[in-house]
């Protein structure tokens, strides 16, 4: 075991090292994030390789923001040191992990799954806080443009018309961004299809939460049937925001609704509290006016009480769906699940999986590690595609290494004053 330490000089030593991807090792092999994977089983040849070893492959090439699983032989390529870290001379290349994907299976998915459960009750900043925690549950279209796919089907995709692919389902805490758990289903399944699974896995995993009130679930109108309202309004504990099913049943309650009855919440969106039948779930009529002068109408149910939650307060609450919403957007463009690894379903599946964990480990780092520095603030994107570029030049001593960053840009000095702290100056990395 070496020691390394972080400075802010010049070095002139060819032997360099992404210093983001060293420190999030560092902390995953700290907190025993690797461990839970060394269950993980797969009927494959292992010559150079483990099968645990490409799967921390993947999760570093997540962390490193590659697009395509091609782009591991670049980025990937130079960073022996941080492959020493995993007890690999070097990471494997794109075949490798291809050939990976293409193995995994359903019980893959579900070994996964199990990994992920545990290191999220270990490690979950939403499930131990103290305050009340909001889960979003959301669906978003993943297209597949060529014809081997499999299980690939026609959808809703937007701006693609006609297009075949797949639906992720997640559930997502947005104040802590964390990945609660998540769904891959061919492209035609209807979100409510997986309702009733991540409803399950929420209310199991904050049970804490559930039983003290704090638990609250926020949905869209494709979870907003009668049928759903019923079923989350029956358990205990739980309290709910959603926007209702049937926009047609909003615009025949707006005819009785006189315009001053109103309040304007917004630029161009007024609600109005229908009257609560005792016991039960408070009703709110929205109404938008449109670009053309077009009045549309739509319901949010809600069973968290006025005291706690004005109409005009549920209105803003609800909107605030839109840090999953930016969750799907920034999963697309800085770690690539837009680009399909492999046209294998449960390979995808598989990739979805080690992003969804790779995500977490990263939430947790900058919650941990950056905290109290100008990084904390940093988007994931900020994180993945540009300090992942910031490389530190290793100089090995009889102690240990040392990692010098030059300061030739701000994030890299925000490195520097982050890594340079007194509870970061010495780091461990295993070969």
């Not at 079923?231 to 209702?244: A, C, P, T």
């Not at 016991?279 to 938008?288: A, K, T």
Request: net charge positive; hydrophobic share 40%.
């Amino acid at each position: 075991m070496d020691r390394i330490t972080f400075s802010a000089t010049d070095c002139n030593t060819n032997e360099t090292i992404s210093v983001w991807l060293a420190s999030v090792l560092q902390f995953a092999l700290n907190i025993g994030f690797f461990k839970p994977f060394e269950t993980f089983k797969l009927n494959m040849k292992e010559i150079r390789y483990t099968v645990t070893q490409k799967l921390f492959t993947l999760i570093a090439s997540i962390i490193m923001g590659c697009e395509y699983t091609k782009d591991i032989n670049e980025i990937l390529g130079p960073e022996n040191l941080a492959a020493n870290m995993l007890s690999m001379e070097r990471f494997p290349d794109q075949s490798q992990i291809n050939r990976l994907l293409t193995r995994t299976d359903e019980e893959s998915v579900t070994q996964l799954r199990d990994i992920h459960n545990q290191l999220f009750t270990e490690h979950s900043h939403s499930i131990h806080s103290p305050e009340p925690v909001v889960i979003d549950i959301d669906q978003s279209g993943l297209s597949a443009s060529g014809k081997t796919y499999e299980f690939a089907s026609k959808g809703y995709f937007p701006n693609k018309a006609g297009k075949k692919g797949y639906q992720m389902s997640v559930a997502f805490a947005g104040e802590h961004s964390e990945i609660v758990d998540l769904y891959l289903d061919p492209g035609n399944t209807h979100c409510q299809y997986r309702f009733e699974d991540l409803l399950s896995s929420i209310t199991s995993k904050y049970t804490e939460h559930l039983k003290a009130g704090k638990l609250i679930v926020r949905l869209d109108s494709g979870y907003g049937s009668a049928e759903n309202i019923e079923k989350l309004r029956s358990i205990k504990g739980l309290k709910f925001i959603v926007k209702g099913y049937s926009t047609k049943t909003a615009a025949n309650i707006a005819r009785g609704v006189p315009l001053s009855a109103y309040t304007q919440v917004s630029d161009g969106a007024w609600v109005y509290e229908l009257p609560q039948v005792e016991g039960g779930v408070r009703v709110m009529l929205v109404q938008f006016l449109g670009k053309y002068g077009d009045l549309t109408y739509t319901l949010l149910y809600t069973n968290i009480s006025r005291k706690k939650l004005s109409a005009e307060e549920a209105f803003h609450f609800y909107n605030d769906r839109q840090t999953i919403e930016a969750f799907f957007k920034m999963a697309k463009n800085t770690y690539g699940i837009k680009n399909l690894r492999t046209s294998k379903f449960y390979g995808i599946y598989t990739f979805l999986w080690m992003v969804a964990m790779a995500h977490n480990l990263i939430t947790w780092f900058k919650v941990i590690k950056l905290d109290s520095t100008e990084l904390k603030k940093a988007g994931v994107k900020t994180l993945v595609k540009e300090c992942s570029r910031i490389k530190g030049f290793v100089e090995r001593t009889v102690e240990g290494m040392q990692v010098i960053i030059p300061p030739l840009s701000k994030l890299a000095k925000l490195l520097i004053e982050a890594l340079s702290k007194p509870k970061y100056v010495q780091l461990s990395f295993l070969f």
